[in-house]
């Protein structure tokens, strides 16, 4: 099993349809949890890091189920601009250091 | 800013070469990783490193290995360089302070094996 599994879609979604994503990981002991996006030939940049407690930033939110070991982030009100590859991102601690381990990411396309 | 600097964005090299892919970034983080990323595979982690010195295998290790003399510079290394291993090649750095969540990434290094 993978640590960390992500749906590879593509999600085609027409504009201002709400979308979400759901991220699995396997180990139970992972401490941070995080969501990424990635546009094509870009590097990844931060799209908001996810607590226990679920947290919001602006149409985005993400939520972290510890219980069930998975991660999830809701899009509300797409975005053409929103198109891009959404990594889940989890963080464990190992050796005084951090291990950062990425799913294979989730596509998203906004149609017209 | 913070940056991660990748030295190499684009490099063509033959089967069986050394290859060198340096990374420096400028905001003393501990962690500094290299990832490879493939069409389908997402971002696979190969090396890491903690500390100055301390290095630990990631998920594919295999053929690569890595450098890091000072806390600034993560070098990845290709012994004898293989077709499979045409990737684009991403180097990140974080700090291990809870309260710096952000991984820095650089602009990654094209990689092309003939």
Redesign the interface.
């Known amino acids: 099993r993978k640590e960390v599994e992500q749906d590879p879609g593509p999600f085609n979604v027409p504009e201002g349809a709400t979308v979400a994503f759901n991220c699995t990981y396997s180990n139970s002991a992972s401490q941070s949890f995080f969501w990424y996006r990635q546009d094509c030939r870009k590097e990844p940049k931060l799209l908001m890091s996810v607590y226990s407690s679920g947290n919001e930033d602006g149409r985005f939110t993400a939520q972290l189920n510890r219980a069930s070991q998975y991660i999830s982030l809701l899009i509300r009100d797409s975005k053409l601009s929103d198109s891009a590859t959404y990594l889940c991102v989890v963080n464990q601690l190992t050796g005084g250091g951090n291990k950062l381990t990425f799913g294979t990411g989730t596509q998203l396309k906004v149609e017209l | 800013d913070v940056k991660v600097t990748q030295s190499s964005r684009y490099l063509v090299k033959r089967t069986g070469e050394k290859v060198f892919l340096e990374c420096v970034q400028d905001m003393d983080h ?2 500094m ?1 290299w ?1 490879r990323q493939d069409p ?6 190969i090396y ?4 100055v010195k ?1 290095k ?1 295998k ?2 594919i290790p295999e053929g690569y290995s890595v450098s890091r003399e000072k806390k600034e510079r993560f070098s990845l290394i290709l012994e004898s360089a293989s077709t499979n291993q045409t990737s684009m090649y ?1 180097c ?1 750095s ?1 700090t ?1 302070d ?1 309260s710096g ?3 820095y ?4 290094s094209w990689l092309t094996v003939v």
């Open positions: 501990e962690n990783f990832y389908g595979l997402g971002l696979r982690l890491f490193s903690y500390d301390m630990e990631g998920d991403l990140a974080k291990t809870l969540n952000t991984i990434f650089g602009e990654g």
